[in-house]
């Protein structure tokens, strides 16, 4: 499979793709840095941030990294379809990084280090995440879309299928689970309907997350956020008055699903 392919495959945008196809690196410069990168995260990241052309370095090496683990789905039995669902993220968190710096690159490389040592899934809607230590399924939910509850219904379903039943629950952590929000959403919301899939357990005040997703970026004058949606206008009035959402923490038991 190509790069162009494969860029293809997950709809990054023209602009991106140029800036990939143009970026020249000897075949023993990038054997380095992908040894560095599954030897050694920490020491990877250290090196990358070094780098003045960081954001357009990352897009090229983790585009990279996708295509050669492509055998490794294959050979897992994986389909075209979760893989390339899989790495959509990157298209994600490349289209934020223009929108942040006008040009090509990628962010957010710590999440997507997940993927590319194919800790996580994406089934339709939802990012599921095993975690065979805990015995757990973290669900993560990507940026884009709404969140259709036929299509969540789905997702889950595709997991209970997907993954054996040594994972017994799953969990999630995330401003869309803060108790809050139900005071500015009525009942026949989408986020409402997500959130009463899980027990919601406890709340986090750990980051601003509800403020960075909602606005696009965490601003420390809140006076300054957009009020072009009713749920911005409705978090900004919240923020303003001194108040955090933070984020919840819920989880499904899978036995009694």
């Known amino acids: 499979m190509t790069k162009k392919e494969w860029m293809e495959a997950i709809s990054l945008p023209q602009e991106e793709q140029r800036a ?9 410069e990038y ?6 990168f599954y030897r050694d995260e920490s020491r990877f990241f250290e090196e990358i941030d070094e780098r003045e052309d960081k954001g357009r370095l990352l897009l090229w090496l983790y585009i990279r990294f996708a295509v050669d683990c492509y055998g490794d789905f294959c050979r897992e039995g994986i389909s075209d379809e979760i893989y390339f669902d899989t790495f959509y993220d990157i298209t994600i968190w490349a289209k934020k990084y223009h929108k942040k710096y006008g ?3 990628l962010m957010e490389e ?3 280090a997940v993927h590319m040592k194919g800790r996580i899934y994406r089934l339709g809607r939802l990012q599921f995440e095993p975690d065979e230590k805990e015995a757990v399924i973290h669900v993560h939910i990507p940026e884009g879309e709404g969140l259709n509850e036929e299509e969540c219904d789905l997702a889950f379903a595709k997991a209970d299928t997907f993954f054996s039943d040594v994972y017994q629950m799953y969990d999630c952590e995330s401003w869309l689970l803060s108790p809050e929000l139900s005071k500015m959403l009525d009942s026949s919301s989408n986020i409402i309907k997500f959130q009463k899939r899980f027990q919601i357990v406890k709340t986090v005040y750990t980051f601003r997350q509800a403020e960075e997703r909602v606005f696009g970026e965490i601003l420390e004058n809140k006076a300054d956020y957009p009020e072009e949606t009713s749920l911005q206008r409705k978090l900004k009035a919240y923020v303003l008055d001194g108040k955090d959402p933070g984020m919840g923490y819920g989880i499904i038991d899978r036995c009694s699903k």
Request: charged fraction near 35%; proline fraction near 5%; avoid cysteine.
């Open 20 to 28: 990939v196809q143009s970026f020249r690196m000897e075949e023993v």
């Open 31 to 36: 054997k380095n840095w992908k040894e560095l």
């Open 103 to 105: 040009v090509p690159g």
């Open 110 to 112: 710590k999440w997507l």
